[in-house]
């Protein structure tokens, strides 16, 4: 019977991790997938999920099966770290689902079983997965202008232009921080314009925030999603705990549905929990309870939130120091881009070819579209990273 089947394309992130295993070369740089490494090349357990896995070592006497939209209290603790009190508890329906992923699938679904014909707008470029995702549930895409190759900024008239055209019924997708894989973000003006521009067509807003954190502050980085579900009817927001919480594997996510009036969640909430049920039934709950756990507990949230905020300086000082280093060995300030972008990407904005031969000739590794990961680098690997990139003539 499988025989039928077609071979489907390798994922383009996933498949760079094991081509940089299989090189030999001792000078290698690996940034590709997005997770953070410390100067020593390792992604660490964060203390405060070390000492809450102590701990629920030793409190936790059951495994049983919590709710199928995970545990309550773990939405109550999420909602509270990205939306603070943007809009009331009961118009917010939420589920735990497996990682940011599988929150962004079951929004995807819900749209799906709301409005089979609602067509996505996805910033061009989006997260590959964003579109591999959507052209598999077969829902419409329609890219919006994003990026300027020339800035390696916003390109944000045509973002509007394009948003524009968005009609109720259709959905935007929009990166609540730290763009991905651009690094490129709006500021505080721009997210009131584009706010504006939903309120005009009637579109709905789908924010995917998998970075919060990581770019100018835990609060700063949820500012954009909190003024725009306290503006709209009604919108979805995707949340991961990977990397915030450097939890990747344990899969740790939450999806939320703002709605309009408390009736509107009721519908909501028992949408999200069927949908769950068919994809998987009960959420993963490891991660969800570390996470619980660390953001209701005095001590361990302060701890979390000073390690992560030691993970967005050092991710921050390799920026400048990249930037720095391309200002010196190019003689100008065509890479001060480095600087300006937030998070852990950065587009360099330059072609397939030169990707390659910075992978070939000089053991670099970033995805073809020249998102380089910037958490992946250390302060030995930045002049390393600035050679090569002068060398190929970026
Ligand atoms: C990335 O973009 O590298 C991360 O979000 C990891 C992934 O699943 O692609």
């Known amino acids: 019977m499988f025989e039928t089947l ?25 940034l590709g997938v997005g997770v ?10 964060m ?18 099966y919590t709710g199928l939209a995970g545990d309550p209290a773990f939405a109550d603790a999420m909602i509270e770290l990205v939306l603070g009190d943007a809009v009331p508890r009961d118009t917010i329906a939420a589920a735990a689902t497996p990682g940011g992923t ?41 890219p919006y202008r994003y990026f300027d ?24 997708l929009l990166h609540g921080c730290c763009h991905n894989p651009t690094g490129a973000n709006l500021n505080a003006t721009e997210w009131d314009a584009v706010i504006e521009v939903l309120l ?11 970075y919060q954190g990581f770019g100018d502050g835990l609060q700063e980085d949820a500012a954009a999603t909190c003024k725009l579900a306290a503006a709209v009817p009604e919108c979805l927001i995707a949340a991961s705990c990977s990397k915030n919480f450097g939890i990747y594997r344990e899969r740790t996510g939450l999806l939320m549905a703002v709605a309009a009036n408390a009736a509107a969640q009721s519908l909501n909430q028992g949408t999200l929990a069927f949908l769950n049920r068919q994809n ?39 920026r400048t ?21 937030r998070g852990m990407f950065s587009r360099l904005g330059t072609t397939p070819d030169k990707v390659e031969e910075l992978r070939v000739k000089h053991g670099i590794y970033m995805v073809g579209d020249s998102r380089m990961n910037i958490a992946g680098l250390n302060a030995n690997s930045v002049p390393v990273l600035a050679q090569a990139i002068i060398a190929v003539g970026v």
Do not use: C
């Open 36 to 45: 953070y490494k410390d100067a020593t090349g390792l992604t660490p357990v």
């Open 200 to 210: 005009q067509t009637g579109a709905t807003p789908m924010i995917d925030i998998a």
């Open 102 to 142: 599988g929150a962004v699938r079951q929004a995807f679904e819900m749209i799906q079983m709301a409005r089979p014909e609602a067509r996505v707008f996805v910033s061009d470029p989006t997260w590959p997965n964003h579109l591999s995702i959507l052209k598999y549930l077969n829902m419409e895409m329609v």
């Open 280 to 318: 998987f039934s009960f959420p993963p709950d490891h991660g969800a309870r570390l996470v619980t756990m660390i953001l209701t507990d005095d001590a361990l949230r302060a701890d979390w939130m000073a390690e992560l905020e030691d993970v967005r300086q050092s991710m921050l000082g390799l």
């Open 321 to 341: 120091q990249l930037a720095g280093e391309l200002q010196r060995l190019s003689g100008s300030d065509r890479f001060g881009f480095l600087s300006q972008h």
């Open 149 to 172: 190759d020339d800035s390696r900024g916003v390109d944000f008239d045509g973002m509007i232009a394009d948003l524009k055209t968005a009609k109720k019924g259709d959905v935007v």
């Open 47 to 64: 203390r405060a999920i070390k000492s809450a896995e102590h701990l629920l070592w030793e409190q936790q006497d059951t495994k049983v």
């Open 6 to 30: 077609q071979a489907q394309p390798a994922d383009k992130i996933l498949a760079l991790v094991q081509m940089y295993r299989d090189d030999p070369r001792a000078t290698k740089v690996d």
